[in-house]
Each structure stands twice: as C-alpha cells, then as structure tokens.
C-alpha cells in the first residue's frame, strides 16, 4: 500500500512538474526571432524613415515572430566600408546598403553608378532597371540578399561652403569634402582637390577649417548643423545614389519557410511603395532648400551648364579608366551602362 501511494505520489509530482513546464516550452518556442540592423543614418536623416519604415513593416507582418531591431548612429561598432562581409559572415542579420563605399571589398560595385557623371535626374531614373539588376547580382556574389531598393529623395548635390563657391574655378586650390573615391579622382581630373571625410566628421573638420567646401545634400545643412558654419550653398549636379537594405543570407535560410516568404513580399511591397514618383520627385529637397534660405544660408546660382558637362566629362574618363584597371565584369557592366546613358543623350 505504501509503495502504491509512493508511486502514485511521484506520478502526480512528474505530471504537475509537466504541466507547469508546458507554457514554459510554448513560450520557447514561441520567442521571437530577432534581427539586428545596421545603420550609420540617425533619425534626424531623411533615408531612416525609409530604414525605419522597412523594420516595421516586417515586425507587423510577422507578428512579431521577426522582430528587427535598428540600431542607428553606427551603434553596432562596424564600419560602413566593412558591412559586405559582416553580412556574409553573418555578423548582423541586416544593414542599410550603398555600393559607394564597397570599393575596397567589390571594386565593380562602385562603377555601377558612378557619382558626377550624371547631368539629368531623368538620365539616372531612366537607368534604374539596368542598376538595380547589377546590384542585386554583385551582392549576391557575398551572400547578401537585396530586400529593397529606393532612389534617394535628394535630387541634387550641392556645395556647401563659409565662401560663395559655384564655379569649378573657384573651387580650385580649395579642399572639397565627398564621400567616395570616385569623386576625388573626378574632381583631381578638373584640377579640384577632393578629400573623403566620414560622415560623422564632417561637422567638426567644416568648423575648424579643416575643409573649405562640402559636398553633400542639401538636407545636411540641418541635419549634420552645418547651417551653424555655412553662408552659401550652391547646386552641383544630379545626384544618382541608390539606396537600399541588405539581408544576410545566411539568417534569411535560417528562417522558416513562411516567414522567409513574408519577408520577401513586405519587402517587395517596401521597395513599391518607396520607388521614385515624378509627381512627387524633389518635393522633399525643395523643403530643404526653403529651411536654408529660412536659417540664414544663402543660396548661389546653381553651377553652370557648361561646368556641368566639363565635370561629367571628366568623370565618364575616369569611371571607364578604372573599369578598366578592375578589368573583367568591370568593363562590361560600365560599357553596358555607359551606352545606355549615351543613347538617351543622343535621343
């Protein structure tokens, strides 16, 4: 008798341990998968929204079984430079991406959409198409799965000075702050000297004379405070940047089947719903360029046509002479666009 109600006692310990164990697993298994982003941007730019924008879609639609964290100002420690292969080794599940600063890494991706060569808007609109399927396969050559693709909402670049600059001559013997080393061997070729600065940079190397001209959005006045220093800006050119969001493939395998396909249309949808509007194309920069004129920044006369054209010429030289030295997949792909830009040049 004893022996029975010592069995039926441990039955009934094992049962309840059990049942008190099973919401336990059930909140295991039911516990979020998280996704760490990657971005330099913070919330005072104007491409976090659109960052920002992308995670939320994803949280909402997943229900919270994904939930993708943005961590903004750099705040994972990476370097911008080095984001191809924190994602290929899946360091960081997703990250803002921009083919401008993989040189080092992809020397083809920067020569896809070379900065100063564009004069138009519409010319780079145009070859949207053919630039986001050259995109997508160079990252996929490092495991990086494209989940969307937007024309930045800035139409020009401009130069942003202490000085009134708005001439290639007057911008001569002066140091030019860009982002990419295209620009510098673009602006070397038109006998102007360009720098790369970091971003996070910029406001303190403007300040204290470090650079004399900036080249930037016209959006950075306000939100990289530059408008505290500067007295003029001045439009340069179109400015043909591509931004986007990268995924690491390694963490998009290791998704559930279903949640690997919400993934991919929400991010089909984010790509639609962001895509260029000519309705609604430079509403934005125009809002931009009010606030200047509003906070004491004066604007100059755009560069001329002609300075243009010099400054694209230039450019074109340069992004085929490199293509060149890169050789292979490099070449075709500049000529492949190169040929497209001229054939709407020329009607």
């Given at each position: 008798?004893?022996?029975?109600?010592?069995?039926?006692?441990?039955?009934?310990?094992?049962?309840?341990?059990?049942?008190?164990?099973?919401?336990?697993?059930?909140?295991?298994?039911?516990?979020?998968?998280?996704?760490?982003?990657?971005?330099?941007?913070?919330?005072?730019?104007?491409?976090?929204?659109?960052?920002?924008?992308w995670a939320n879609m994803i949280n909402e639609a997943t229900d919270?079984?994904?939930?993708?964290?943005?961590?903004?100002?750099?705040?994972?420690?990476?370097?911008?430079?080095?984001?191809?292969?924190?994602?290929?080794?899946?360091?960081?599940?997703?990250?803002?991406?921009?083919?401008?600063?993989?040189?080092?890494?992809?020397?083809?991706?920067?020569?896809?959409?070379?900065?100063?060569?564009?004069?138009?808007?519409?010319?780079?609109?145009?070859?949207?198409?053919?630039?986001?399927?050259?995109?997508?396969?160079?990252?996929?050559?490092?495991?990086?799965?494209?989940?969307?693709?937007?024309?930045?909402?800035?139409?020009?670049?401009?130069?942003?000075?202490?000085?009134?600059?708005?001439?290639?001559?007057?911008?001569?013997?002066?140091?030019?702050?860009?982002?990419?080393?295209?620009?510098?061997?673009?602006?070397?070729?038109?006998?102007?000297?360009?720098?790369?600065?970091?971003?996070?940079?910029?406001?303190?190397?403007?300040?204290?004379?470090?650079?004399?001209?900036?080249?930037?959005?016209?959006?950075?006045?306000?939100?990289?405070?530059?408008?505290?220093?500067?007295?003029?800006?001045?439009?340069?050119?179109?400015?043909?940047?591509?931004?986007?969001?990268?995924?690491?493939?390694?963490?998009?395998?290791?998704?559930?089947?279903?949640?690997?396909?919400?993934?991919?249309?929400?991010?089909?949808?984010?790509?639609?719903?962001?895509?260029?509007?000519?309705?609604?194309?430079?509403?934005?920069?125009?809002?931009?360029?009010?606030?200047?004129?509003?906070?004491?920044?004066?604007?100059?006369?755009?560069?001329?046509?002609?300075?243009?054209?010099k400054l694209s010429e230039a450019a074109i030289e340069v992004w085929?002479?490199?293509?060149?030295?890169?050789?292979?997949?490099?070449?075709?792909?500049?000529?492949?666009?190169?040929?497209?830009?001229?054939?709407?040049?020329?009607?």
């Open positions: 008798m004893k022996r029975f109600m010592k069995r039926n006692v441990i039955s009934g310990f094992f049962l309840g341990v059990m049942a008190l164990s099973a919401p336990a697993l059930a909140f295991a298994q039911e516990k979020p998968i998280e996704w760490r982003y990657y971005t330099a941007h913070t919330a005072d730019r104007e491409v976090f929204k659109l960052e920002t924008d919270g079984r994904l939930k993708v964290v943005v961590y903004p100002g750099g705040a994972l420690g990476f370097k911008e430079s080095d984001m191809l292969g924190a994602l290929k080794n899946g360091l960081v599940e997703s990250s803002y991406v921009y083919a401008g600063y993989y040189g080092r890494s992809q020397p083809v991706l920067p020569l896809v959409l070379p900065q100063m060569v564009f004069n138009t808007r519409d010319e780079f609109l145009s070859l949207l198409p053919t630039v986001y399927e050259a995109y997508e396969d160079l990252y996929a050559d490092w495991d990086v799965k494209v989940a969307s693709m937007w024309p930045t909402s800035s139409c020009h670049i401009t130069v942003i000075a202490k000085e009134e600059f708005n001439t290639l001559d007057s911008l001569k013997g002066k140091r030019v702050r860009v982002w990419e080393a295209q620009q510098v061997n673009s602006l070397r070729a038109v006998d102007v000297v360009g720098t790369v600065v970091p971003q996070n940079d910029i406001y303190l190397a403007f300040k204290t004379g470090m650079i004399d001209a900036i080249v930037h959005y016209p959006e950075a006045l306000r939100t990289l405070s530059l408008a505290e220093d500067a007295k003029y800006f001045s439009l340069l050119q179109p400015v043909p940047v591509v931004q986007g969001i990268g995924i690491s493939e390694r963490a998009f395998n290791a998704l559930p089947a279903d949640l690997q396909e919400i993934v991919q249309s929400v991010s089909d949808e984010h790509r639609s719903k962001w895509a260029a509007d000519s309705k609604t194309d430079c509403k934005e920069e125009q809002q931009h360029l009010e606030w200047a004129a509003e906070n004491g920044v004066e604007r100059s006369p755009d560069f001329s046509e002609s300075d243009r054209n085929r002479a490199r293509a060149e030295q890169v050789g292979g997949e490099a070449e075709e792909i500049q000529k492949r666009i190169e040929d497209a830009l001229m054939k709407l040049r020329n009607g």
